[in-house]
């Protein structure tokens, strides 16, 4: 659904937004195992909080009455009372207006999780203010009598999950949906299959804590596709580890406990700790590309000032091999000025080449130089006033 837009005006839509909310609701609940009916991990708000993010804010509203209604529904069929199941969709609502809106107000419509601020915010509202406030309230109206500690821990441990893996990856699906062709996505299916077959043979033995296994699959999905193959992958690893804990198998079941919860938390953590490397790998890679793009743009800001000017401009490094050449040489010595890139001073220059030794010797010693010289070039003669200008690190060199 992410790219689709959701308004009054496209019903059919909304509707099967209520439906994949509610079949979210339905499988976060079937996956609960003895701990009354709170999920292990909820599905539902990442997915409303992800789409609130990546539309206009006159699109909340509807997006909001689906999804309630969706949830509404989820929680009747597992034979809820009317009005608790109004007050836990109310609850689910509110949480994800709460992690919305600050992100909202703060960065605009341009929600990129690549970036280092968007991430600390996510993290402070998102997955830690709104599942706490959402699981107080949850816990004070629905479960009096119960054990509220117990009760508001499952909640907001189940809602953060659900909320760290699926909105990042709601969002970059959405950013895209546009941009990304077919065949690209294709190249996902190998490495998605290596971290499913991996993450099988992980949670379906119980012999060995082999948990490392699952991390190289999931590093080369974060490095090839980026946020939207972390969190795929963290999604894929999170489900195969709950199907296979709550199933008696895995190395979660070699904690000495007899009890479940302890276990799931455990899985928790460990999906916690694999989603925030994924972000961090996710981020520093797009820091590179971003840099990457900047120093593109910088040589070609340079290229165009320098491919202008009616004079022979090189960079030569200390090898004296040519590294940067303008146009402009092109136009004298005839030819592509790009084959002279890695070549030597000496096997361009030819028999010049001994005349301006002892002045590149000079300018690697770190003087500049100036010197005038003549030379023989395509049957012309000419005449160069040359400027070597030594290039020095920071500490002289």
């Known amino acids: 659904m992410p790219g689709a837009t959701l308004t009054w005006q496209h019903p059919a839509r909304l509707l099967r937004l209520a439906l994949v909310v509610g079949l979210c609701c339905w499988a976060s609940i079937a996956l609960t195992r003895g701990e009354g009916r709170i999920a292990a991990i909820w599905l539902s708000n990442g997915l409303v909080l992800g789409l609130l993010l990546t539309h206009p804010r006159h699109d909340w509203l509807p997006i909001i009455a689906a999804s309630f209604g969706g ?26 207006l709460i992690a919305a809106l600050p992100l909202r107000r703060r960065f605009g419509e341009a929600l990129n999780f690549s970036d280092g601020r968007v991430l600390l915010w996510f993290a402070a ?9 959402s699981g107080l309230l949850a816990s004070a109206l629905l479960f009096e009598g119960g054990d509220f500690g117990k009760m508001f821990s499952i909640w907001f441990a189940a809602d953060a999950m659900g909320m760290l893996i699926l909105t990042p990856l709601v969002v970059a699906l959405h950013q895209q949906a546009d941009v990304t062709t077919r ?11 290596l971290l499913v077959s991996s993450g099988a043979f992980v949670f379906t033995q119980t012999s060995y804590p082999l948990l490392f296994l699952a991390f190289p699959p999931l590093l080369l999905l974060t490095y090839r596709f980026g946020l939207a193959g972390s969190m795929l992958g963290v999604g894929t690893i999170t489900l195969l580890g709950l199907l296979g804990t709550l199933n008696g198998h895995g190395p979660f079941m070699l904690i000495d406990t007899d009890s479940m919860r302890t276990r799931i938390l455990v899985l928790q953590l460990f999906v916690l700790t694999a989603t925030a490397q994924g972000l961090i790998v ?14 593109r743009r910088s040589e070609q800001s340079l290229r165009t000032v320098t491919d202008n000017l009616p004079a022979l401009i090189a960079h ?48 690697l010693g770190g003087q500049q130089v100036t010197f005038e010289s003549h030379a023989q070039v395509g049957g012309k003669d000419w005449h160069y006033q040359s400027n070597y200008i030594p290039e020095l690190a920071a500490d002289g060199r």
């Not at 509202?125 to 406030?133: E, S, T, Y």
């Not at 690209?184 to 299959?193: D, I, V």
């Open 183 to 193: 065949p690209e996505w294709r190249t996902m299916a190998l490495p998605w299959l």
């Open 316 to 363: 030569i490094d200390a090898g004296e091999r040519y590294r940067f050449v303008n146009a402009h040489i092109g136009q004298v010595f005839g030819g592509d000025p790009q084959q002279m890139i890695g070549r030597t001073m000496r096997e361009v220059r030819g028999e010049i080449y001994a005349g301006l030794a002892p002045h590149i010797e000079q300018a």
């Open 282 to 295: 996710s981020l520093l890679l797009a820091q590179r590309e971003r840099l990457t793009q900047a120093l």
């Open 125 to 133: 509202f998102c997955v830690l203010l709104a599942p706490a406030l």
């Open 71 to 96: 949830n509404v529904i989820a929680n009747l069929l597992i034979s809820d009372a009317p009005l608790m199941a109004m007050l836990i969709a109310a609850c689910n609502s509110g949480e994800v």
